[in-house]
């Protein structure tokens, strides 16, 4: 009964610090996304993956790349942290691309770096 | 890109009092969906509308799909204090991705 699993739930990084934050769906999904959410913006995305093997850039994908590294997994890596990458974090998948979808989500990373 | 607007960006209200929230956009889409954040936790679906002038119902909420495909709302009837939390609503059209409103955050006093 996991769905989406995000992992760490929480991280402080220096300025210029990398890491990656891990996202695993095992409800066999096609599509999986990175949103970030700040106060006041709602969810914007990052990347997404539409498929297996692909991906693509969102609205706000500068300071970031992406892994679709098989159909369970999609990565969000940080390579030289900034303060304005403080944020939370979320995870979604989707069965496809199509209407009548669901999009689920995971419990959030909250990343703060100073 | 897309962008939807969501009102209000806050509420407060008396516990038992009806809520209504809206999404305007300038694009039409497909499908109009409602999520509500507690804290702490990712968004979760509530209601999901997939043809103009849909009018869905789920307990106490109540959603519609605008005739035009650029609106939508959500009413939630005598709320009570598990309603708290923030309301997103989220449009798609075909298979591109889902854009996301702002949120409404909801406060009740018991």
């Known amino acids: 009964n996991a769905g989406v699993t995000q992992t760490p739930k929480f991280q402080v990084l220096k300025t210029g610090q990398s890491m990656t934050l891990q996202c695993a769906q095992d409800m066999n999904h096609n599509s999986m996304y990175w949103y970030r959410q700040d106060p006041g913006m709602g969810l914007r995305l990052i990347y997404y993956s539409a498929s297996e093997g692909t991906t693509d850039k969102g609205e706000v994908p500068n300071g970031y790349n992406v892994s679709r590294l098989n159909k369970r997994e999609f990565s969000l890596r940080l390579e030289s942290a900034a303060p304005s990458q403080t944020s939370v974090y979320f995870c979604?998948?989707?069965?496809?691309?199509?209407?009548?979808?669901?999009?689920?989500f995971g419990q959030g990373t909250r990343l703060t770096v100073v | 890109g897309q962008q939807l607007n969501q009102s209000p960006q806050s509420m407060f209200i008396q516990e038992g009092e009806d809520v209504s929230m809206n999404c305007t956009s300038s694009?039409?889409?497909?499908?109009w969906l409602w999520y509500k954040q507690d804290p702490g936790e990712g968004p979760v679906l509530l209601i999901a509308l997939y043809k103009a002038g849909e009018l869905t119902s789920n307990g106490r909420l109540t959603a519609q799909f605008g005739i035009t495909r650029k609106d939508s709302f959500l009413n939630i009837s005598a709320s009570i204090p598990s309603d708290v939390g923030i309301y997103f609503c989220?449009?798609?059209?075909?298979?591109?991705?889902?854009?996301f409103g702002q949120g409404t955050r909801l406060t009740i006093n018991p």
């Open positions: 694009s039409i889409f497909n499908t």
């Open positions: 979604a998948s989707t069965q496809g691309a199509l209407p009548n979808t669901e999009a689920f």
């Open positions: 989220a449009g798609q059209r075909g298979a591109q991705k889902l854009v």
